[in-house]
């Protein structure tokens, strides 16, 4: 009876069609996870065992210490925390995705605010908006790098001694802090644009309606700002900032492979 | 930004006696002063950053290297073009090899991702079959690790089975496209299946109905109605492959197949800097992309965007 039904659901319409599913299917999945999801499973692995850059090309025989990989990362001073003068690369971590995230959702809220009104050449500006975003990361990196260069031919530099905030030229990107500061600045102004543009759908999704009504209800501006622009996107910002809070450990796990 | 016109006041009948400033005395309110503040600054902010690449790719050594940043360039100089270019240049970079590197891979990764992600895409968005949710899950996966993280389990697993099957790892453009494909499929196949979603499933019934297979519904019918999502995914992926910088600093060792972004880091680092070369080469990198974009801005966002927001 088994095999009957078995045969039945190869030639049924319903069998066919899950096939032809899976075999569309297919190519993506095996992609994806043998380069993606197989290599993170892969670096546990890695983690548990004595694995040196030369070694890379015979991994199978390398050598199982167990946590003595997770100790030599916990105790390496770069690190560690070591009081408030050098946090140590986690406490860092920690830091920089938490506040570069509230900034570039930040940033990116206030954008598209700017862009929900109607205005001339609004397209455009929007499309200009995304500059940032869409420039590829080498050329921009570069340009930052530029423009905060420590010599008085820095932009920067020149700016801030024109206007006498500065005495003396400053080493931005090499002042403990500051710098963490200004890759702060630089994550938010390379990632706003795609929060702008996820915040921008929802807002124009919203209904014009719901804010007539509050109006006739007597609310006012900050009212609807509060009750039904901020509501309408709390499930984006949550997923940006645990896609982020992710990002942030994980990257220090890529250093316990010693 | 004259936002005159939007806002038909009161008081269009008498403006023809009105100078400038009395317009906009009457135009201007607190939040609209606000706005325009707001606007001024980060277009400042973006836009800057991209006049200061391409004004100082056609600067000359000495407006580079003076002691005061130079606004201006004083003549459209090609100095920093012909060393990037011209061969009888005494620091010639060979850079056309890197734009055709770079080609050479962002292409086929963009035309090999948009076929695999419509494919899966469709499946994902119309047929029912068992699993399809954890797949789903699982392959959004790839977002919670970044590329530092997997590129040396990657590195190992790939030479495993370079050296079984007989193929070089390093220096081989197929073995990076395939990286490429891994990092850009799970974005394509999510933008597309929500956009196959929008489209009404009647119209694909009824070709279904009129004797198609499910190939010839895919082909005839769901695809000319997906061509802006189709277009949003192929400038996508084209954009990563495009910008890559890391897996192709630790899988290209052979400076003759350099892509454009680790080409631009060798120029970087070269022991006598040259911001100058380092802009000129930035903007090529930057323009075909910022055009692209421009030209098909409506179809990217809109893609995007139908990616993000889960209907």
Not at chain 1, 74 to 87: E, P, S
Not at chain 1, 168 to 180: D, E, K, N, Q, V
Not at chain 1, 184 to 202: D, G, K, T
Not at chain 2, 256 to 267: E, V
Request: with cysteine; proline share 5%.
């Amino acid at each position: 009876m088994a095999g009957i039904s078995f045969i039945k659901y190869r030639t049924s319409l319903r069998g066919r069609e899950v096939r032809l599913a899976w075999s569309l299917v297919l190519p993506t999945a095996l992609i994806v996870f043998g380069l993606v999801i197989f290599p993170a499973f892969f670096s546990i692995w890695i983690s548990f065992h004595d694995v040196g850059l030369t070694e890379l090309s015979n991994v199978f025989k390398a050598e199982f210490i167990g946590l003595e990989n997770y100790k030599n990362v916990i105790n390496d001073f770069a690190f560690k925390f070591q009081g408030l003068q050098n946090w140590g690369a986690a406490v860092t971590s920690i830091i920089y995705s938490f506040t570069a995230t509230t900034l570039t959702v930040v940033v990116g809220l206030i954008a598209s605010l700017l862009l929900n009104q109607n205005f001339k050449g609004r397209g455009l500006v929007r499309a200009v908006f995304l500059f940032p975003y869409i420039a590829p990361i080498v050329s921009v990196t570069f340009v930052w790098r530029w423009i905060l260069d420590p010599r008085p031919s820095g932009v920067v530099n020149d700016i801030l001694m024109n206007i006498g905030l500065i005495e003396m030229p400053m080493a931005y990107l090499s002042t403990r802090g500051l710098a963490l500061l200004l890759v702060i600045i630089f994550e938010a102004w390379r990632y706003f644009p795609f929060a702008m543009l996820m915040i921008l759908a929802r807002l124009q999704a919203i209904d014009s309606t719901l804010y007539e009504a509050a109006e006739v209800d007597g609310a006012g501006r900050r009212a609807l700002f509060t009750n039904i622009t901020l509501p309408v996107n709390y499930d984006m910002f949550l997923g940006r900032f645990s896609s982020c809070a992710l990002c942030g450990p994980s990257i220090n796990l890529t250093t316990s492979f010693s | 930004m004259s936002s005159t016109t939007s806002t038909p006041g009161p008081h269009t009948s008498s403006s023809r006696n009105l100078t400038f400033i009395e317009h906009l005395a009457r135009w201007i309110t607190w939040p609209r002063f606000i706005s325009a503040l707001a606007f001024t600054f980060f277009l400042t902010g973006i836009l800057f950053p991209f006049y200061w690449m391409i004004s100082s790719s056609f600067k000359t050594y000495a407006e580079i290297g003076g002691r005061q940043p130079v606004y201006i360039p004083g003549s459209l100089n090609l100095d920093a073009y012909r060393e990037l270019f011209d061969p009888s240049n005494p620091s010639f970079q060979n850079f056309g090899q890197s734009i055709m590197n770079s080609v050479k891979i962002a292409v086929p990764t963009s035309i090999i991702a948009v076929i695999l992600s419509t494919l899966g895409a469709y499946a994902v968005a119309r047929l029912r079959f068992r699993g399809k949710e954890f797949l789903l899950n699982s392959i959004l996966m790839i977002y919670l690790f970044p590329g530092v993280l997997l590129i040396i389990p990657l590195f190992a697993m790939l030479s495993q089975i370079g050296t079984r099957l007989g193929f070089e790892v390093q220096d081989n453009l197929p073995i990076l496209i395939i990286t490429y494909l891994a990092q850009t499929l799970p974005v394509a196949l999510y933008m597309l299946a929500n956009y196959f979603r929008t489209i009404p499933e009647e119209i694909e019934q009824a070709g279904l109905i009129d004797g198609c297979s499910r190939m010839e519904v895919i082909w005839r019918i769901t695809l000319p109605l997906a061509i802006p999502a189709l277009v949003s995914v192929s400038i996508y992926t084209f954009m990563i492959a495009w910008n890559e910088f890391l897996y192709a600093f630790i899988f290209l060792n052979d400076h003759n197949l350099f892509t454009m972004p680790i080409k631009i880091n060798t120029i970087f680092n070269d022991p006598s800097p040259r911001p100058h070369v380092v802009m000129a080469a930035s903007t090529i990198m930057t323009l075909p992309i910022v055009v692209m974009f421009l030209a098909l801005e409506k179809f990217l966002s809109e893609g995007l965007t139908a990616g993000g927001v889960k209907g």
